[in-house]
């Protein structure tokens, strides 16, 4: 008696299994090829004409660009982390008191051990890591954008990565650019099927930045994509396994020591609460934007969440692999629903770089000429915003 035919449920889930499997090749070798050096080459380039623009302007405001880069704001904070431990904590004007257990510790870790090997200061130490992480980023990124797209729209979507208007924070002693790479071999990791090598990466970036969570739900999904009961060698499963329970230990594990130290499992909300951060689906921000009117608040809310959702639907037209799509939109809906401080919200959109693969898939597609035109007004323009964005408000 012949088999019965498969459901059309489970014959479109089973085709869009191996659509996705085969857009990810899994265990295709990583190599360090012509590609990926002119990605890297052009990262570096576009974050070296960015620094040189930060010093020229720094010099006519009687600036120093190094005390730009690595002695202000989180800077401070990451060096106090590495300096003292989780003991500093600053009154605040109007009665909070700001602890220094809202700053991850995965980057004030590495500026202590780089200082213990090398010598360096911490706040040098801080740069060091953010110029070798942000060139590991880039890569990362790279082979993320290639592996589904192909070799131009990788190199074009590591240059509008570097390009966009806050890439100076890339070159500073922040958090972003450290959590950027390990997010991005994260992720690659999870499209190659490499679940214990990507579950320890999302580990790491938990302990860089909360949102470090993204990295482990685009895990948890893929394995959820490629696994069902029964499906694949226990071997593979068991990989898979390790990687889902390794993914989350990071962020939960530090989350949990802050709220034993402030007395309750979720006491670190109390020190984002402090520190004026909190998650309100972006009507703060919306209303900040419309100085406080309700309806043109509500109007500016609906064009937000249409212009975060823009480049997630046209993801998913292009067919963006899932993992990246949620990771994406994961980092973007905690960064615009933030009600913390709003001049924030660019940079903590910095790691969302699946945003750009659209617009790096089209212009990949024109020619040469139109490209890199763009992408050099795209640079200049970076730049000389970084440069006076820095010397001005700059980033808190």
Known sequence: MPAAAPTTREHDGGTARNALRRRLRPGRPLRIDRYALLAVALFLCVR??????LTVRAASD?????????ERWDSLWYVRV???????????????SL????FFPLLPWLERGIRAVTGL???AAGLLVSAV?????????????????????GVVCVVLW??????????MAYSESLFTALAAWGLLCVLRERWVAAGILASLAGLTRPVGLAVTAALFLAVRLHHRPGEGSSRDRTRAVVGCLVAPVGAVSYILWVGARRGHPLGYLDVQDEWGNGFDGGWAFARFLTGGSVPLAVAALVALLLLAYWPHHMGAKQHQPPPLLAYSALVTLLAVGASGYFGSKPRLLLPAFPLLIPLAVALARRRPALTWT?????????AVYGAFWLTGSGPP
């Open 133 to 153: 992480a942000s060139a590991l980023a880039a890569w990362g990124i790279h082979l993320v954008v290639r592996g589904t797209y192909g070799e131009r729209a």
């Open 82 to 96: 590495a300096e003292h431990g989780y003991t500093y904590t600053l009154p605040a004007p109007d009665g909070r």
């Open 121 to 123: 200061s911490l706040p």
């Open 48 to 53: 070296a004409f960015s620094l040189v623009a």
């Open 99 to 102: 602890s220094s257990t809202a």
């Open 62 to 70: 009687g600036k120093s660009s190094r005390v730009l880069l690595s």
């Open 374 to 382: 763009a992408l050099t007004v795209l640079t200049t323009a970076s």
């Open 162 to 171: 570097a390009a966009v208007p806050v890439g100076i924070v890339q070159s």
